[in-house]
């Protein structure tokens, strides 16, 4: 049962424009959604989080959007630059104690084209 | 170093010997987390620590694996007569609570049975 989802494996942006991350979930107990940024040989890095409670959360370049009708949430990347080429996992989580996991998804590969 | 510091960064072994890996986390985190990530596949959730008990070790994919944390710092994870289908990226993380910290992430032991 996969709870999270991202259908896209990969995505090529221009660098410049705005890169547009996905992700679906089905459970609709998570509090919080994280995105992480993973590059190859390295631990996945904290990009940004919202909370269930809130519809838009900004940190310079990165904008997540929460659709809980949808269960949808997306990340936006404005500009692109060739830094951000990397594996994006999105992840909910519980915030009851003793149920601290993170779900992730599959990942999407983002390329950003100079 | 600031970050989570896993060790071995590699290891390769023979089907059915044992293997133990280490994750020393953020020094004041509490929370520990362990997941691993098989090729082609998202984060799969192992088990959670909150000092040294774990409330959560509902991923554990087998009796073959086993956690232990001490001093609330240093974990292991354990894994033993090691199968082919056990070959993966082993990933440590750590969190403050309150809950909804975002997790840190080391950059992951990667196994691989012969």
């Known amino acids: 049962d996969q709870q999270v989802k991202q259908n896209s494996p990969s995505l090529s942006v221009q660098e410049g424009r705005i890169s547009i991350l996905n992700c679906d979930y089905t459970n609709s107990m998570f509090d919080y959604f994280l995105w992480y940024k993973k590059y190859p040989a390295e631990g996945p890095t904290f990009l940004i989080s919202?909370?269930?409670?809130?519809d838009k959360n900004e940190d310079g370049r990165f904008t997540v959007f929460l659709n809980k009708s949808a269960k949808h949430l997306s990340l936006h990347i404005v500009p692109s630059q060739p830094g951000d080429s990397a594996v994006y996992f999105c992840a909910g989580g519980l915030g009851n104690f003793g149920n601290e996991k993170l779900t992730f998804g599959t990942g999407t590969r983002l390329t950003i084209i100079p | 170093g600031a970050g989570v510091s896993q060790s071995p960064s590699n290891k390769v072994t023979e089907k059915g010997k044992d293997v133990e890996l280490r994750c020393d986390p953020i020094s004041g985190h509490t929370a520990l987390y362990w997941y691993r990530q098989s090729l082609g596949q998202g984060l799969e959730f192992l088990i959670y620590f909150q000092g040294n008990s774990a409330p959560d070790k509902s991923g554990l994919p087998s009796d073959r694996f086993s956690a232990e944390r001490t001093g609330g710092s240093v974990s292991t994870l354990t894994i033993q007569r090691t199968q082919q289908e056990d070959s993966a990226v082993y990933l440590c993380?750590?969190?403050?609570?309150?809950?909804?910290?975002?997790?840190?992430f080391g950059d992951g032991t990667r196994l691989s049975i012969l």
């Open positions: 919202i909370s269930s409670i809130k």
């Open positions: 993380a750590s969190s403050l609570l309150p809950r909804g910290q975002p997790q840190h």
